[in-house]
């Protein structure tokens, strides 16, 4: 088993500074960054899962939700590199990481 801490907490801490951001910022893209980014993690964590078949779109629920949507994402996303060979596609960890932190960079909190 592949040790995921990493991921998990830079996915948290993103999530954390978006449930504390206030409304107008995440109304200005960070809420965007961060369901954008949910979203990829969720497509990964589904392609891991179920290679071959065609991953489901996370929904947009709102501004006040897509943090934790991203932490539920990193978590799937994680449980799935923890149980699935680290040569998979899709299960590179380090390109999952750096992806959290530059969306959270560029949702500018």
């Known amino acids: 088993m592949r040790d995921t801490t990493e991921l998990?907490?830079?996915a948290e801490r993103f999530a954390d500074r978006l449930?504390?951001?206030?409304?107008s910022r995440l109304q200005r893209g960070a809420a965007?960054?961060?369901l954008a980014l949910a979203?990829?993690?969720?497509?990964?964590?589904?392609?891991?899962e179920t290679p071959g078949r065609e991953?489901?779109?996370?929904?947009?629920a709102g501004v006040?939700?897509?943090?934790?949507?991203?932490?539920?994402a990193a978590v799937d996303l994680a449980e799935s590199m923890r149980t699935t060979p680290a040569d998979?596609?899709?299960?590179?960890?380090?390109?999952?990481?750096?992806?959290?932190?530059?969306?959270?960079?560029?949702a500018g909190l």
Request: charged share 35%; proline share 7%; no cysteine.
């Open 55 to 60: 991953p489901r779109t996370m929904p947009d």
């Open 88 to 106: 998979a596609p899709e299960g590179d960890l380090d390109e999952a990481v750096r992806l959290v932190r530059e969306a959270e960079a560029r």
């Open 39 to 48: 979203r990829e993690l969720a497509t990964r964590a589904q392609r891991l």
């Open 8 to 10: 998990t907490a830079a």
């Open 32 to 34: 965007a960054e961060g």
């Open 19 to 23: 449930r504390a951001a206030p409304q």
């Open 64 to 72: 006040f939700a897509v943090a934790d949507q991203l932490a539920v």
